[in-house]
């Protein structure tokens, strides 16, 4: 069992910047984030894998940039030139596949909540 713990959400302007983490409590070959906005369903933003190879979703694309630390099992996602539809619960996951839907994923985290006012 994995433990997935989100930090680094709060609200920001249109056009600024955030950095979430998150920490496992174990290795998993790929770690992503998904994110659910009010009233739409959960979507994938980005995954990246043990080495480095990422993916990311359009809407993520030029903008925000996955990192990961393999030492402290922890995975970051900077976003820049946030927008208000970026206004969402962000959701760390981890699993032994790479993909782009949820049902890939084996563990979540509870969110951190990421605001962007206009």
């Known amino acids: 069992q994995v433990q997935l713990a989100e930090s680094g959400g709060g609200l920001v302007q249109a056009g600024g910047s955030l950095r979430l983490s998150c920490a496992a409590s174990?290795?998993?070959?790929?770690m992503a984030w998904f994110r659910q906005g009010p009233g739409k369903e959960r979507e994938f933003v980005v995954a990246v894998d043990w080495n480095g190879s990422s993916a990311y979703a359009d809407s993520a694309t030029g903008r925000f940039a996955v990192s990961r630390d393999n030492a402290k099992n922890t995975v970051y996602l900077q976003m820049n030139n946030l927008k208000p539809e970026d206004t969402a619960v962000y959701y760390c996951a981890a699993g032994g596949r790479f993909g782009v839907r949820s049902y890939e994923y084996d563990y979540w985290g509870q969110g951190t909540q990421v605001t962007v006012s206009s």
């Open positions: 174990g290795r998993s070959f790929t």
